[in-house]
């Protein structure tokens, strides 16, 4: 059974930094695509950083410069450095396959950028 546990939200002040941690388990890991979606309260989820098999690495728009994805195969873990964070980047952040997989969603891990 595949289970994707994220972790590593809180609560920050602008400019501040978080890493968020998402730990795979029952899937051939290090084979897939990953990524980080996030969904803030009444937007869809929106696709915010990717990382091939290989460890090419894609961003949108509104995190580019300011967030890292990696990640750590031995460990099945994909991490999510967010520096200079802002308000608006509040949501919740989940991981997930590149396209997702919609019985792979986890509970996601809450990010609040908030003075």
């Known amino acids: 059974q595949v289970q994707l546990v994220e972790s590593g939200g809180g609560l920050v002040q602008p400019g501040g930094s978080l890493r968020l941690s998402c730990a795979a388990s029952?899937?051939?890991?290090?084979?897939?695509?990953m990524a980080w979606y996030r969904q803030a309260p009444g937007s869809q989820r929106e696709l915010v950083a990717s990382?091939?098999?290989?460890?090419?690495?894609n961003y949108s728009d509104s995190v580019k410069g300011r967030f890292t994805i990696s990640r750590d195969n031995a460990k099945n873990t994909v991490y999510l450095q967010m520096n200079s964070l802002k308000p608006e980047d509040t949501a919740l952040y989940y991981c997930?396959?590149?396209?997702?997989?919609?019985?792979?969603w986890g509970q996601g891990t809450q990010v609040t950028v908030s003075s």
């Open positions: 990382i091939t098999s290989l460890g090419s690495t």
């Open positions: 029952g899937v051939r890991f290090r084979f897939y695509a």
């Open positions: 997930n396959r590149v396209p997702s997989i919609s019985g792979y």
